[in-house]
């Protein structure tokens, strides 16, 4: 009797500790081994609207998903809920919860049949054209499209792998994935195809409308070889490439390592081949790139590499930076596979830390092109948009434009131009990183995009400027090469004429209308001569005018009363001369120097309605009348610097060799104001805003740009569209830099180039183009949009 009391109670407590134990079973547990993947959802309400709702994760989602929604939109919980994939192409699914008296009310779902198959335990429900299976489990709910699953599940099955993955799940995400890497649609997230290992990814999910960003791991094994092995016993870099990629750039795939030896050990043994025992520039790299069309290789040591490149010849220049061709062109074809395969890399250049491949020298100019204009891809708002979401170090990266991603989903995608994922290896597996973020192109109101180049025979000795084109009412391009010819350059950048010249132009070229008819001619002078030229480069009779003395100081053209009656002003040392439109000396001018050279173009102002004629003549400021008389008695002498004579809030202004600003009023009284500029200064002013640059300190009117420190060159000030700008050059670094008048930069500015750079309305497109040099041959012409 008391045996039988105690088996008994142990019998009850065996059974007391079963039903405690049936309580706590984990649905996940109930994953058959052949499981493809499965989705952990956190967040019933959102992953539902998902499947139909999301551009990007409708694209991924498997026709059986769709199909089970039936289902999920009818579970009550919100408890963990699994739904898994199996079978040929994942064609069944398998839905896992914990279950409750409320989590799925049948007679509450409207247009359903539903019995029950009493000899399996097992109720069959219709829904609309939806036909799945269902049973409790003790605690766990269990729903299928395919009855077989459900009559073989068994609990805690052999799934180690499957299992540890959705425990390491973050339970804070909308859902997590698990999933094959022979699974192809969820593979696309990885920005890969599918590939026949059987290992492992978990990717927690959380996203909106217009974005999804998903983290976690993807497995390695040292039974399975897979691309991550390759990184094994490598450190992650930064990737660097992303700073000269195009911002147009489609695909980009990076991979980086401490040690390239290590690396290029770990891909052989991947592709089970023997391991090239040769030693190549690639030792001296630390990461490898492809984008679109080109390969760009990281190094720390540039000279290492060009220097280790044995088979090479150097067949052009291109803005100072040298284009090789590379005797090796197949080098690429299959070194780096799986991850690149590059076909006739035929040409290579090298660009600060880079180490740029292509097949044409198209190629690389257009890439070095966007590098030194910062038109790269680190740069765009798209990807700054996404840089948060990414770690700085990685060993595998990869980006997709919306075209680029348009292809690994294998639809059209449009749209989503931020899409990166990254990989960070570590023992046995990697951190993925990956965002697909909607960020449409659109060309910003700011956008500064180069419009053409033109290249001379010869170099240029003449700072590029704008002439009016009065048939179009556009503007066209004057310039000058050392042999003295002239070039006028359309606003497309075709070359419309040539002109042999006698002496290097003098200043800028005017342009006057000498016969009142709306035509325009070029006038300007040369050491000996006066020129003026019809729209065709034709000189206009009488002239060209020689002179045996050499003319000093650039032509002054003259409109007293804008009537187009010019004067042609030429200075020849201390003297000047002056001629009508006609050519025809002007006998009611006549100038008296005081014996001193004319150091300073002279220029007409007028102040209310007298006019003005100044300019410097050793250290006396000279303000004369129409007749060339003195106007204005200066008395104070001054040590004029190198700047011109301007008129600025009604005052003749410039600067003295102290970096003073002298200003002289029309009652001849001078007054000196310390600007705290070095002797070696720039000055220029409109009526109304003065600019001035000393050293690296850019100052428009009362405000100062700290530049970096370089050689820059004087500061000019254009006035289109109603808005004052202001450019300089730094020569050093070759880069152009343009401000408004509040000194604030435009911006996507600084642009490459290497001359005093002028701003103009080319074209009657909207926005404006910035002119300057590309090297001493080369024109190169923005286009502000």
Avoid at 669 to 677: D, G, I
């Amino acid at each position: 009797m008391k045996r039988f009391c105690f088996l008994l109670v142990l019998f009850s407590v065996v059974i007391s500790c079963q039903k405690d134990y049936d309580k706590i079973k984990s649905p996940y547990k109930f994953l058959p081994p052949e499981t493809n993947s499965v989705f952990a959802v956190n967040e019933l309400n959102d992953f539902v609207k998902s499947i139909k709702n999301h551009n990007i994760l409708s694209s991924i989602y498997i026709k059986e998903l769709t199909n089970g929604s039936s289902v999920l939109e009818n579970l009550n919980t919100t408890r963990q809920i699994y739904i898994a994939f199996l079978g040929e192409n994942n064609s069944d699914y398998l839905i896992l919860t914990e279950n409750d008296s409320t989590l799925f009310i049948v007679d509450s779902i409207p247009n359903h049949i539903s019995k029950n198959l009493n000899d399996l335990k097992v109720n069959k429900t219709q829904i609309d054209s939806t036909v799945f299976y269902h049973k409790s489990l003790s605690n766990v709910f269990a729903a299928s499209n395919n009855l077989e699953i459900l009559k073989n599940l068994n609990y805690n099955q052999d799934n180690n792998d499957l299992t540890t993955l959705i425990e390491t799940s973050d339970s804070e995400s909308i859902a997590s994935l698990v999933f094959k890497s022979n699974s192809s649609n969820y593979s696309r997230l990885l920005f890969s195809k599918e590939d026949e290992s059987t290992n492992y990814s978990v990717l927690d999910l959380n996203y909106s409308d217009k974005s999804l960003q998903y983290n976690g791991i993807t497995t390695s094994s040292d039974s399975i070889e897979i691309k991550i092995d390759c990184f094994k016993n490598t450190i992650p870099q930064k990737t660097q490439s992303i700073n000269i990629a195009p911002s147009n750039t489609e695909s980009l795939i990076s991979i980086s390592y401490d040690d390239f030896t290590v690396f290029n050990k770990n891909i052989h043994q991947l592709r089970k081949v023997e391991i090239d025992s040769m030693q190549t520039f690639l030792n001296f790299t630390n990461e490898i790139a492809q984008i679109d069309n080109a390969i760009i290789l990281h190094s720390l040591d540039t000279d290492l590499v060009l220097e280790t490149i044995e088979v090479k010849s150097n067949i052009e220049t291109f803005r100072d930076i040298d284009i090789y061709e590379f005797g090796d062109s197949d080098f690429f074809q299959d070194r780096l596979q799986p991850f690149i395969t590059f076909e006739n890399a035929r040409y290579f250049s090298i660009y600060d830390e880079f180490i740029i491949f292509s097949n044409s020298t198209e190629t690389l100019k257009s890439i070095i092109t966007d590098a030194l204009n910062n038109n790269t891809l680190v740069n765009t708002d798209a990807f700054e948009s996404i840089s948060d979401n990414l770690s700085d170090e990685a060993s595998l990266f990869i980006f997709k434009n919306s075209e680029g991603l348009s292809k690994i989903f294998g639809k059209t995608i449009k749209g989503y131009n931020a899409n990166a994922v990254q990989f960070i290896f570590e023992d046995g597996y990697a951190h993925v990183n990956g965002v697909i973020k909607e960020f449409k192109k659109r060309r910003s109101s700011n956008s500064v995009t180069e419009a053409f180049s033109v290249t001379l025979d010869d170099p240029i000795i003449s700072t590029p400027q704008t002439v009016k084109n009065h048939a179009t009412k556009a503007h066209d391009i004057a310039v000058q090469d050392v042999n003295n010819v002239l070039y006028l350059i359309s606003s497309t950048g075709n070359v419309l004429w040539q002109k042999q010249l006698q002496g290097k132009i003098l200043g800028k070229i005017e342009q006057i209308d000498m016969y009142k008819n709306g035509r325009l001619q070029l006038a300007f002078v040369t050491p000996n001569r006066l020129y003026v030229l019809d729209r065709n480069g034709n000189d206009v009779s009488p002239f060209p005018h020689r002179f045996n003395d050499e003319i000093t100081q650039p032509l002054s053209v003259f409109d007293y009363d804008k009537r187009k009656n010019y004067r042609l002003l030429i200075t020849q040392g201390k003297n000047l001369l002056m001629y009508d439109a006609k050519g025809k000396s002007v006998n009611g001018f006549n100038y008296g120097n005081n014996g001193s050279e004319i150091t300073t173009q002279p220029k007409h102002f007028r102040i209310g309605s007298k006019d003005y004629i100044a300019f410097a003549a050793g250290e006396t400021l000279k303000i004369l009348n129409r007749q060339g008389n003195v106007r204005i008695n200066v008395k104070d002498k001054i040590r004029f610097s190198d700047n011109e004579v301007y008129l600025y809030k009604n005052k003749f202004t410039t600067t003295n060799t102290l970096g003073h600003l002298v200003q002289v009023d029309t009652r001849g009284k001078l007054s000196t104001k310390n600007l705290n500029l070095t002797n070696n200064h720039h000055l220029e002013t409109t009526s109304k805003t003065l600019v001035s640059m000393t050293e690296n300190k850019l100052n428009i009117k009362s405000r100062t740009v700290d530049l970096d420190y370089g050689n820059y060159t004087a500061p000019r000030i254009f006035y289109l569209n109603d808005k004052i700008y202001v450019t300089t050059t730094d020569l050093q670094s070759k880069k152009v830099y343009l401000f408004d008048s509040q000194a604030k930069s435009i911006p996507n500015f600084p642009v490459f180039g290497t001359s005093l750079a002028e701003l103009q309305k080319l074209d009657q497109d909207k926005g404006l183009e910035l002119i300057t040099q590309a090297d001493d041959k080369t024109i190169i012409v923005y286009k502000l949009h």
